[in-house]
């Protein structure tokens, strides 16, 4: 037999060629008759010869046994009559069912007929649990226990039981039942029409809720689609629900496709959302403080319905949940608090009547005369109108209004203001000296400046304390543009200001500061710089008075044509007295590059004077010629002390020659070799005058060193003198010394020794003394512990003699009293009676056995005899 696709069928049949076939015990074979072409079956225990027309189609195979709570599937199963019994045909052979199925369940071993089949092999019963079912359906009509099934049908078999398979029915699935707890629900869904277990009837699709807590298994049409939980309610969460087609809510209020409602702790705890709605989400509570409003856009209204493109302010202390449709309008917002120089830009959305006024804007309305009075006493705002509230007032915006800005009183010192412009107007002004908030109508203005001037007004560089920086420290910071420009003009300075509007400059001399107006601009000086002087090299806001210098180089041309190049310097100032007319003072600013014009001016004037004269005469007198060409002559022809541009008023008060070097340079280096000539003589005098001086006073050096040396030598000879004295005496101490201190410490030495005796035969004495008195007190010691120790010992043996004693007398009265007296009387009688028994058994009335070698004592021994024979005879 083998198993294939789980249908147990026997093997490929193979003839068997013995002739004698032994069949076991519930075994079995097929037989062919091959003259009838037919098979019977021949079970065991049985030995089959076989025919010469049979063939045996497989060697003897096992009957097939289904044990308790198994079964199994034969296909193609033979026909039974009322009695079980197999049906044949007339040609012997049994009747098959065919393409029937047969399911056997426990039974006697049994074989296969030929043409069954095994479909299934033998499989356990399946057992049916308490809160599962098998969902079966019919593949056959047929009637069970009184009920007909037609094909097609599904039901369920419950447990607990086992489930006994039939052929007309298949097992579609496992159903288990599914536990429902508090706070939950299982949706379910027909698959066909029919009555739920709830005794309602259902349509094919149609979804419902099941929420009894317990175990529920569905019906054989019933299907669980999930398990709903409940959403749990509290004051703050409450549910967003949509429903999906009509029905009546919880609360038995009917409910249209596509409505949404809010479902909150009011109206129940726990929520199991039904089939016929969804939720949207959950909401979180909406809590505002004292202090905090919020705006709904399209609030719900007392209907019920959302109130589209509409809004309510909502203000604090409140909670509530916000409905469906519902929204907030920039969240949650503080209320306005504001305070003595804090004020709101407001602008009205819609026609509104205003009660909220103050009296600031009720006279500007009343200037204006354009303010109406409603009949209520408050001010009717029109869209698009704009008006300030300030504080201090704690404002929270209606919805008609919108807040446009939150404004704050700038304060400003008196060299501080700002640059504000009419939004209506368009005029700019500046605000100085004092705190001023902008209204409803105004703005801060920034005014821009040109890059040159915004970096010498960022660059903070002090115009006298960094005058060789041209570029000044570079720095991140950026310029307010809305505060009113200022800069600080230092002292003996003067800066220029041009107001483009009213065409007109001021010029503003220092120590002062200057504050522009919106239309004003500052002068920018460009000066000549560098040596030789460049145009355009320095930046200026303001020009230094004076006095004050500049350097410049030049070429002049002698008139034996020597070039030489001029390194001069002149002092200068301005000649304006402060405070200066207003013609003065535009003057000083009238010519641009003062320093290049002057410049250029004294250089054309140096190089006619120059041109004039020879180099020698020009070597030598080179200050007066220079002085006379730059500064002239006067009436008197003597040379001026300063030369005056009458143009800016600017005065030069002294040249300075810093160098004249050549151009040439044959020129060059002739004039350094005589002035290297001139030098070397210089130099070879003074060098031979320092050697007299060197060589007298070293003969002065050499006589005080003679003098020092003879000295010297007279005080060490005094000093060797007193050397002698002190060794002669230090000897004379040093043999006395010696040996005085020799006897005297030979005398201490035996004294030493002879304590040292003393002390030594003291010692041993007190020694030997101690040894002898340790050594008693040890004997003495010892013979004591030793007689305690005999006496311990003598004591313990003689304990342990009483106690063995009463312990042998124990031991003996308790063996008597355990033998009893009647029992020893017995024991002392055996002896002697065993031996006259065995005296009278061989006939011997008396005997004696010895060895020979002791003596006998014939009459006691017959005395002895005789006494025991009496006894025996009483």
């Not at 296969?112 to 095994?118: A, D, K, V």
């Not at 969804?278 to 919020?294: A, G, I, K």
């Not at 800069?487 to 003996?492: A, D, G, L, S, T």
């Given at each position: 037999?083998?198993?294939?696709?789980?249908?147990?069928?026997?093997?490929q049949?193979?003839?068997?060629?013995?002739s004698i076939?032994?069949?076991p015990?519930?075994h079995?074979?097929?037989?062919?008759?091959?003259?009838?072409?037919?098979?019977?079956?021949e079970?065991?225990?049985?030995?089959?010869i076989?025919?010469?027309?049979e063939r045996?189609?497989?060697?003897?195979?096992?009957?097939i046994?289904v044990p308790p709570?198994h079964?199994?599937?034969?296909?193609n199963?033979?026909?039974?009559?009322?009695?079980?019994?197999?049906?044949?045909?007339?040609?012997g052979?049994?009747k098959?069912r065919?393409?029937?199925?047969e399911?056997?369940l426990?039974?006697d071993?049994?074989p296969?007929?030929?043409?069954?089949?095994?479909q299934q092999?033998?499989t356990p019963?399946?057992?049916?649990?308490?809160?599962?079912?098998?969902?079966?359906?019919?593949?056959?009509?047929?009637?069970?226990?009184?009920?007909?099934?037609?094909?097609?049908?599904?039901?369920l078999?419950e447990?607990?039981?086992?489930?006994?398979?039939?052929?007309?029915?298949?097992v579609?699935?496992?159903i288990?039942a599914?536990?429902i707890?508090?706070?939950?629900?299982?949706?379910l869904?027909?698959?066909?029409?029919?009555v739920?277990?709830?005794?309602?009837?259902?349509?094919?699709?149609?979804?419902?809720?099941?929420?009894?807590?317990?175990a529920?298994?569905?019906?054989?049409?019933?299907?669980?689609l999930?398990?709903?939980?409940?959403?749990?309610?509290?004051?703050?969460?409450?549910?967003?629900?949509?429903?999906?087609?009509p029905f009546?809510?919880?609360?038995?209020?009917?409910?249209r496709t596509?409505e949404?409602?809010?479902?909150?702790?009011?109206?129940?705890?726990?929520?199991?959302?039904?089939?016929?709605e969804?939720?949207?989400?959950?909401?979180?509570?909406?809590?505002?403080?004292?202090?905090?409003?919020?705006v709904?856009?399209?609030?719900?209204?007392?209907d019920?319905?959302?109130?589209?493109?509409?809004?309510?302010?909502?203000k604090?202390?409140?909670?509530?949940?916000?409905?469906?449709?519902e929204?907030?309008?920039?969240?949650?917002?503080?209320?306005?608090?504001?305070?003595?120089?804090?004020?709101l830009?407001?602008?009205?959305?819609?026609?509104?009547?205003?009660t909220?006024?103050q009296?600031?804007?009720?006279?500007?309305?009343?200037?204006?005369?354009?303010?109406k009075?409603s009949r209520?006493?408050?001010?009717?705002?029109?869209p698009?109108?704009?008006?300030?509230?300030?504080?201090?007032i704690e404002?929270?915006?209606?919805?008609?209004?919108?807040?446009?800005?939150?404004?704050?009183?700038?304060?400003?010192?008196?060299?501080?203001?700002?640059?504000?412009?009419?939004?209506?107007?368009?005029?700019v002004?500046?605000?100085m000296?004092?705190?001023?908030m902008?209204?409803?109508?105004?703005?801060?203005?920034?005014?821009?400046?040109?890059?040159?001037?915004?970096a010498?007004?960022?660059?903070?560089?002090?115009?006298?304390?960094?005058?060789?920086?041209?570029?000044?420290?570079?720095?991140?910071?950026?310029?307010?543009?809305?505060?009113?420009?200022s800069?600080?003009?230092?002292?003996?300075a003067?800066?220029?200001?041009?107001d483009?509007?009213?065409k007109?400059?001021?010029?503003?001399?220092g120590?002062?500061?200057?504050?522009?107006?919106?239309?004003?601009?500052?002068?920018?000086l460009?000066?000549s710089?560098?040596?030789p002087?460049?145009?355009?090299?320095i930046?200026a806001?303001?020009?230094?008075?004076?006095?004050?210098?500049?350097?410049?180089?030049?070429?002049?041309e002698?008139?034996?044509?020597?070039?030489?190049?001029?390194?001069?310097?002149?002092n200068w100032?301005?000649?304006?007295?402060?405070?200066a007319s207003?013609?003065?003072?535009?003057?000083?600013?009238?010519?641009?590059?003062?320093?290049?014009?002057?410049?250029?001016?004294i250089?054309?004037?140096?190089r006619?004077?120059?041109?004039s004269?020879q180099f020698?005469?020009?070597?030598?007198?080179?200050?007066?010629?220079?002085?006379?060409?730059?500064?002239?002559?006067?009436?008197?022809l003597?040379?001026?002390p300063?030369?005056?541009?009458?143009?800016?008023?600017?005065?030069?008060?002294s040249?300075?020659?810093?160098?004249v070097?050549?151009?040439?340079?044959?020129t060059?280096?002739?004039?350094?070799?005589?002035?290297?000539l001139?030098i070397?003589?210089?130099t070879?005098?003074?060098?031979a005058?320092?050697?007299?001086?060197?060589?007298?006073?070293?003969?002065?050096?050499?006589?005080?060193?003679?003098?020092?040396?003879?000295?010297?030598q007279?005080?060490?000879?005094?000093?060797?003198?007193?050397l002698?004295?002190?060794?002669a005496?230090?000897?004379?101490?040093?043999s006395t010394?010696?040996?005085?201190?020799?006897?005297?410490?030979?005398a201490?030495?035996?004294?030493?020794?002879?304590?040292?005796a003393v002390?030594?035969?003291?010692?041993?004495?007190?020694?030997?003394r101690?040894?002898?008195?340790?050594?008693?007190?040890?004997?003495?010691?010892?013979?004591?512990?030793?007689l305690?120790?005999?006496?311990?010992?003598?004591?313990?043996?003689?304990?342990?003699?009483?106690?063995?004693a009463?312990?042998e007398?124990?031991?003996?009265?308790?063996?008597?009293?355990?033998?009893?007296?009647s029992?020893l009387?017995?024991?002392?009688r055996?002896?002697?009676?065993?031996?006259?028994?065995?005296?009278?058994?061989?006939?011997?009335?008396?005997t004696?056995?010895?060895?020979g070698?002791?003596?006998?004592?014939?009459?006691t021994?017959?005395?002895?005899?005789?006494?025991?024979l009496?006894?025996l005879?009483q």
């Open positions: 037999m083998s198993t294939k696709g789980g249908n147990r069928v026997p093997e049949e193979v003839p068997v060629e013995a076939i032994r069949i015990p519930h079995y074979i097929h037989v062919l008759d091959q003259n009838t072409n037919i098979a019977r079956v079970t065991g225990p049985l030995t089959y076989r025919q010469d027309n045996v189609l497989f060697a003897p195979v096992r009957m046994m709570r079964y199994c599937v034969i296909i199963p033979v026909a039974r009559d009322d009695d079980d019994q197999v049906l044949f045909d007339q040609c052979q049994a098959l065919h393409a029937d199925l399911i056997r426990t039974q071993p049994f296969l007929y030929p043409g069954e089949e095994m092999d033998v019963l399946q057992i049916v649990y308490p809160d599962t079912a098998l969902r079966l359906q019919a593949l056959l009509d047929f009637e069970e226990e009184g009920e007909k099934r037609v094909a097609g049908d599904e039901w078999f447990g607990p039981g086992t489930y006994i398979p039939r052929k007309e029915v298949v579609l699935e496992t288990k599914t536990v707890t508090e706070n939950q629900a299982i949706r869904r027909a698959r066909k029409e029919g739920g277990r709830d005794v309602v009837r259902r349509v094919t699709g149609e979804e419902w809720l099941v929420k009894k807590v317990g529920y298994l569905p019906a054989a049409h019933e299907e669980v999930d398990i709903v939980n409940a959403f749990i309610l509290t004051d703050k969460k409450a549910l967003h629900v949509r429903a999906l087609r009546k809510d919880a609360g038995g209020r009917n409910r596509g949404e409602w809010l479902v909150t702790i009011a109206d129940r705890e726990a929520h199991i959302p039904s089939v016929a969804e939720v949207v989400d959950v909401v979180n509570v909406t809590t505002l403080s004292s202090r905090q409003y919020c709904i856009l399209d609030p719900v209204g007392p019920g319905k959302p109130q589209l493109g509409q809004k309510r302010v909502v604090g202390e409140r909670s509530f949940f916000l409905q469906p449709g929204c907030l309008e920039h969240g949650i917002q503080d209320v306005y608090v504001l305070s003595e120089d804090e004020g830009v407001l602008r009205a959305v819609e026609t509104f009547v205003d909220e006024k009296e600031e804007e009720e006279e500007e309305e009343q200037t204006a005369g354009r303010a009075r209520t006493g408050g001010i009717v705002r029109r698009g109108d704009r008006w300030m509230l300030r504080g201090p404002y929270v915006p209606p919805a008609t209004v919108e807040v446009l800005l939150k404004r704050q009183a700038i304060p400003l010192d008196e060299n501080e203001g700002i640059y504000v412009r009419d939004i209506k107007t368009g005029k002004r500046a605000v000296g004092h705190t001023y902008l209204t409803q109508d105004e703005e801060l203005w920034q005014k821009e400046l040109p890059s040159n001037v915004e010498l007004l960022m660059a903070a560089r002090d115009p006298l304390a960094d005058r060789s920086d041209r570029t000044g420290p570079s720095e991140n910071k950026q310029r307010d543009k809305t505060r009113v420009v800069y600080r003009v230092p002292h003996n003067a800066a220029q200001v041009y483009y509007r009213e007109k400059a001021r010029v503003v001399f120590p002062d500061m200057v504050m522009l107006g919106p239309d004003e601009q500052f002068t920018v460009s000066l710089g560098d040596k002087k460049r145009a355009n090299v930046k806001i303001c020009l230094l008075l004076g006095p004050d210098f500049f350097t410049d180089m030049i070429t002049i002698t008139a034996d044509h020597a070039r030489l190049q001029l390194q001069l310097s002149y100032h301005f000649d304006i007295k402060v405070p207003p013609a003065d003072a535009a003057a000083v600013f009238s010519v641009p590059d003062f320093v290049g014009d002057a410049c250029k001016a250089a054309s004037r140096i006619g004077a120059v041109a004269v020698d005469d020009f070597h030598k007198n080179s200050n007066r010629i220079i002085c006379s060409a730059v500064f002239g002559f006067d009436e008197k003597a040379v001026r300063s030369l005056r541009f009458s143009q800016n008023s600017l005065v030069i008060s040249v300075d020659i810093q160098s070097e050549p151009v040439d340079q044959r060059r280096d002739a004039l350094q070799k005589s002035v290297q001139a070397e003589i210089t070879n005098s003074q060098e005058a320092a050697r007299h001086e060197a060589e007298r006073l070293e003969q002065e050096a050499r006589g005080k060193l003679e003098r020092q040396r003879i000295t010297d007279a005080e060490a000879e005094r000093a060797r003198k007193e002698l004295e002190l060794e005496l230090s000897a004379a101490v040093e010394g010696a040996a005085k201190a020799e006897a005297q410490s030979r201490e030495s035996a004294h030493i020794q002879g304590e040292a002390s030594e035969a003291k010692l041993k004495a007190e020694a030997q101690i040894e002898a008195e340790a050594e008693l007190q040890r004997l003495s010691k010892a013979r004591e512990q030793e305690n120790y005999k006496k311990e010992l003598d004591h313990l043996e003689l304990e342990k003699q009483e106690r063995m009463q312990i007398t124990q031991h003996f009265k308790e063996l008597v009293e355990s033998l009893g007296s029992t009387a017995e024991m002392a055996a002896g002697p009676e065993l031996k006259v028994k065995l005296l009278q058994a061989l006939g011997l009335k008396s004696i056995i010895t060895d070698a002791s003596p006998i004592n014939l009459f021994t017959a005395n002895g005899l005789l006494g025991a009496q006894s005879d």
